[in-house]
């Protein structure tokens, strides 16, 4: 029987911590011995620590001169010779190199298992702490954390953190999908009834379709009330109903300027619920990829890696199906794994480039 | 050398000849009778077998382009026509009584095929009748716990007929 063991890191890139754990899951069908990653690294046999950040390397002096409890693994893209008692792992990530050490790294450890890896000693814990405090990015849980799912959106507050901007038309949407939004103009008196859970708003007149920027104005020039679905199809009764992704969708596009929209987080898990249809709210090829890979999940920083986008394009798209309510998220403390995928054949990449070619897509 | 193909499929009538025909280098190979049942209403002829189409590529490599007959009764085919393709276009006619129980015959029926490669889902008819819409098939797909693209297209337009393989091969090239 595979005996597990545990591994954690600190200060590790966005980069490189989804390559060492995209790695470390090759090893669960090691007969003898697997790696499964913490991030509570109190609880880890073997930390690996990214010393090339100022960060990085002074948690490092720290651990390494205090005969810590777990095995050390320094991961540096330069020249580094470590004491005997600890290893080195060198950048760029790659198999190849990740795996050598942590075949050293488990012979040590079963060899000469550690006195308690389960629990840190408290001068270990405060460094800890101290340091992993300091990252921001990656927080270091002392304590397992409850990943939790949102399903769907919170429908409110789809604008960016700017306390500059006063609250919006578009701020104002219940997050009950069992309620829809009337909004009347103080000038025009112009009544528009918004049901985002339907995908539909209704005018009085088709004429008025300048609904985009009713959605911007700010929320002290209208009236608005919220309508209980009961309620709602007698006060459409005379209205005309019209598609509001195709609002929405522009709009979060417009407002986003590469910042996450209110309540969203660039640590969450996002997941797709539903393919945004491209053909109506207007093709774009990166748009395309990242819903294919949002089908499976992702962070924003993994997104950003793989397709090498800009990480504002990313969060615009993000927003903008944020906007549609099409996400689940994940959110924790705790970086929740990224998709593995079967790493597509050079050769078939070659294929579908020139079907497309052929084909003048 | 195994054959490169796409593989169209879906519910009579929807158009899957018409696709093939769009982006195939000849007129589909097709073998169609005269319909006698009640499709008769929506077409005079119904494919049997099914159509062929194919193009090719700078290195004379051929791509084959399939299309199964629609009718469920003759799924035998489906079995051998799917054997080997890259993917699935699911073709669904928005005219017919339930296009949505259509649609999960065919996500039902080819749900080993797609479990191994992938697919993309275009809704024709929709200029004729708008109900269900698009929302209702994404609905019923999230009821399934699926998540595949959906389109509202004419298998006329060569456009969209692209859009469906470029989406199709978006899909394998990201999540294969």
């Not at chain 1, 101290?130 to 304590?143: D, E, P």
């Not at chain 1, 209110?262 to 093709?283: I, M, Y």
């Not at chain 2, 200029?127 to 098939?137: E, R, S």
């Amino acid at each position: 029987m595979s005996q597990a063991l545990k591994i954690s890191s600190l200060h590790m890139s966005d980069k490189d911590l989804p390559v060492l754990k995209i790695i470390l899951s090759l090893t669960n069908k090691d007969p003898q011995i697997s790696w499964n990653y913490t991030d509570d690294a109190h609880l880890a046999a073997a930390l690996v620590i990214d010393i090339d950040s100022p960060e990085g390397a002074e948690v490092w002096a720290d651990l390494a001169a205090n005969n810590h409890q777990a095995l050390l693994i320094a991961c540096t893209g330069k020249e580094y010779s470590s004491d005997e008692n600890n290893l080195v792992l060198a950048k760029p990530l790659r198999s190849r190199t990740i795996l050598p050490v942590l075949r050293q790294a488990s012979q040590r450890l079963v060899e000469d298992p550690p006195s308690s890896t389960a629990t840190a000693s408290p001068w270990m814990q405060r460094t800890l702490s101290h340091f992993t405090g300091l990252s921001g990015r990656k927080a270091v849980n002392s304590t397992p954390q409850e990943v939790s799912i949102e399903r769907g959106a919170d429908a409110r507050a789809m604008s960016v953190k700017d306390s500059t901007n006063p609250l919006r038309v578009l701020d104002l949407f219940p997050s009950d999908p069992d309620k829809a939004l009337s909004v009347t103009t103080k000038t025009s008196q112009i009544n528009v009834v918004f049901d985002r859970a339907r995908n539909r708003y209704y005018v009085q007149n088709r004429a008025h379709q300048d609904i985009s920027n009713l959605l911007l104005e700010p929320a002290s020039t209208v009236t608005s009330e919220i309508i209980d679905r009961k309620d709602l199809s007698r006060k459409i009764a005379r209205y005309v109903p019209l598609d509001l992704d195709v609002v929405l969708w522009p709009t979060a596009l417009r407002i986003s300027q590469g910042q996450l929209f209110t309540g969203l987080s660039e640590h969450d898990f996002f997941r797709l619920r539903r393919w945004p249809d491209l053909k109506r709210l207007g093709f774009n090829p990166l748009h395309l990829k990242l819903t294919a890979l949002l089908r499976k999940g992702g962070t924003i920083n993994y997104l950003t890696d793989l397709l090498n986008a800009s990480m504002a394009d990313v969060i615009d798209y993000i927003n903008a199906c944020y906007s549609l309510t099409y996400l689940d998220r994940q959110y924790a403390t705790a970086t929740p794994g990224v998709p593995t995928s079967k790493p597509i054949s050079q050769a078939r990449l070659s294929l579908f480039s020139r079907i497309r070619s052929r084909l003048g897509i | 050398m195994s054959q490169i193909k796409f593989i169209f499929t879906g519910s009579p009538g929807a158009g899957k000849t018409t696709a093939i025909a769009a982006i195939s280098e000849f007129p589909p190979v097709s073998t169609d009778v005269f319909a006698t049942d009640a499709l008769v209403s929506v077409k005079a002829k119904t494919t049997v077998a099914m159509d062929y189409g194919e193009f090719t590529l700078e290195d004379d490599q051929k791509i084959r382009l399939y299309g199964t007959p629609g009718q469920e009764r003759f799924r035998f085919m489906w079995e051998i026509l799917i054997q080997g393709g890259l993917g699935l276009i699911i073709l669904i006619d928005n005219r017919r009584s339930d296009p949505l129980a259509d649609l999960a015959m065919y996500l039902d029926n080819f749900a080993d095929f797609i479990r191994d490669t992938d697919a993309v889902i275009g809704i024709t008819g929709t200029d004729v009748k708008d109900t269900p819409t698009l929302d209702d098939f994404n609905d019923l797909l999230q009821q399934r716990g699926q998540m595949f693209p959906v389109f509202a297209i004419d298998a006329r337009q060569k456009d969209d007929v692209l859009l469906l393989i470029d989406t199709l091969l978006t899909c394998l090239e990201i999540t294969c």
